[in-house]
């Protein structure tokens, strides 16, 4: 299954782009409007980007009322990205989206341009969980100490899969001024330099609860796709390759098949935790 | 919004520009002040670039070597090809009496296509060197000003202003002609609304300019 990564591809404006993935992951949803990061929101790094566009959506009354209607008018399986402050702001959100046809609401508790201690995560998933009986994914972030502790928690607190990894934090400075590129300071770094440091979380998140598992960070081809399916992930989302290159969905799908052809897999899910020594017969869970 | 891989016919000096002429492949030209996205070879995101030249079977994009992925982009020789998606944006209107052409600096980069589509109409054009000031042959009918001179000095009143430039220029721009259409600019990943990269105030509002520009008609 390819996804896109949350807050790179507006369904809106791009509906063919959508329509080429499995299922559209939303920018993240406040419970109110936010305008954002003042410019400037995006430098180019050598092995990636940087993006500080501070959560801008239009929060949830206007996101259910106008938005949600046009996104599903699209044919295309929406799963909602949902971001908040305290865990009783990620249940009022999940509270909200219960009854509507969403197929899944990720929640974003990793977003590097806002504040969210990593303690929280179990919190936060607890509160969420007992608020939706929706496919529930916790999107967590690699730049804390333990990812497979991060993991465990969110798997513990009632997470039925987990999206690995949000971007980390990187700083970008003008060759000339010596300024900060970006308006706010840091920013995400995404792309190419987040590939192996996802490939590791995923594999690390897998180990430690066997939980399904959306892998991004970095995916520009299908080779790069299977990776992370043998890392662990049962699905994987594109990021910023979908900037430089809307066609992308397509061309990652026709390459994954043949990359895991070419390897002696029947289909590139058969790849699943060959990184592992083999895959297992299925995804167990394996928190007590 | 269509991509291809485009054939470099060559790249020109323009001054201290290059005009980057490919072939056009199936690509549309779009209405002027649109933009297309260019994939400098060796870079992850590609760069928002105006159409600077169609016939039928080349495009010409303008532009100013001052990053590394201009510079990639205007490295590019014969023979090589590179990925353009477009035309993207929303470009200048065209239905203009009595159209004024205002451009500072490498914002000259869609007049070339824009005077030719609206018949040739009067260009002032600024420059910051005599050198810079070579690009204005690209464009019929121009008035040449070089700084410390400014465009804002040499606009005839009573015009149908369509301006692209530099931010200060825009605004200067606007204060004397309040309904010009200005073609702005903002650092941008995609150029199709994904990114929220190029967002700018427009009404008040945080927006994205690719969507809702490049050209609006009220100063943002």
Redesign the interface.
């Known amino acids: 299954m390819i996804l896109n990564a949350s ?4 369904a ?3 509906p ?2 959508a329509q080429s993935l499995d299922a559209f992951v939303t ?1 993240t949803v406040t419970p109110l409007p936010r ?2 990061n003042q ?6 790094t050598d ?3 940087l ?1 500080s ?1 501070g959560l ?1 959506n239009p929060g949830i009354d206007r996101f259910l009322a106008d938005t949600l209607p046009r996104l599903l008018d699209l044919g295309v399986s929406v799963w909602v990205s949902a971001g908040g402050f305290a865990a009783r702001e990620y249940a009022d959100l999940c509270a909200r989206l219960d009854d509507t046809p969403v197929a899944a609401i990720e929640l974003n508790v990793s977003c590097p341009n806002v504040s969210s201690p990593e303690e929280e995560v179990e919190e936060i998933v607890a509160a969420a969980r007992a608020a939706t009986t929706k496919t529930l994914y916790a999107k967590l972030s690699p730049s804390v100490p333990d990812v497979g502790a991060a993991a465990v928690a969110a798997a513990r607190a009632g997470a039925d899969g987990l999206t690995l990894v949000n971007t980390i934090r990187g700083l970008a400075l003008d060759e000339r001024t010596l300024e900060p590129k970006l308006g706010p300071g840091v920013g995400g770094l995404s ?2 330099a987040l590939r192996p440091i996802a490939l590791a979380a995923v594999f690390t998140a897998y180990r430690a609860t066997g939980l399904p598992i959306v892998g991004v960070g970095g995916v520009e081809t299908g080779a790069h796709g299977l990776e992370l399916i043998a890392s662990g992930a049962s699905a994987f989302a594109l990021g ?1 390759v ?6 992308a969905p397509l061309r990652v799908r026709e390459e994954l098949e043949r990359e895991a052809s070419v390897r002696g897999f029947a289909t590139p899910l058969a790849a699943y935790a060959a990184a592992h020594g083999g895959p297992p017969p299925t995804p167990l869970r394996r928190v007590a | ?1 269509r ?1 291809e891989l485009l054939d470099v016919v060559r790249v020109e000096d323009i001054g201290p520009y290059r005009l980057l002429r490919v072939r056009r492949g199936r690509l549309e030209s779009g209405i002027p002040g649109q933009f297309f ?1 260019l ?1 400098p070879p060796g ?4 760069r928002p670039m105006s159409l600077s030249l169609a016939t039928r079977t080349e495009f010409g994009f303008l532009i100013d070597p001052i990053g ?2 201009t510079k990639a982009l205007t490295g590019l020789v014969r023979g090589e090809r590179l ?1 353009v ?1 477009g035309p993207l944006g929303n470009g200048f209107r065209l239905d203009v009496e009595k159209p004024l052409l205002v451009g500072g600096g490498i914002g000259v980069a869609p007049f070339p296509y824009l005077s030719e589509r609206l018949g040739r109409p009067p260009a002032v054009l600024g420059f910051r060197s005599k050198a810079h000031a070579e690009t204005a042959a690209l464009v019929p009918n121009a008035e040449i000003v070089v700084e410390p001179r400014l465009v804002t000095e040499a606009m005839p009143a009573g015009h149908d202003v369509l301006a692209c430039g530099p931010e200060p220029m825009l605004r200067a721009v606007a204060a004397l002609a309040p309904a010009a259409q200005l073609a702005w600019e ?5 150029g ?9 105030e427009i009404g008040g ?2 927006k994205r300019l690719c ?1 809702e520009g490049p050209v609006l008609e009220r100063a943002a």
């Open positions: 807050g790179c591809l507006d809106l404006t791009a063919e782009v920018k305008e954002g410019p400037v929101r995006i430098a180019e092995l990636g980007m993006n566009i801008a792309g190419p910023t979908l900037f430089a290159d809307p066609e | 919004m991509r996205m994939a870079r992850l995101l590609p590394p992925g990925n998606l903002a650092p941008m990943a995609c199709y609304g994904a990114c929220y990269g190029c967002a700018v509002e945080l969507v």
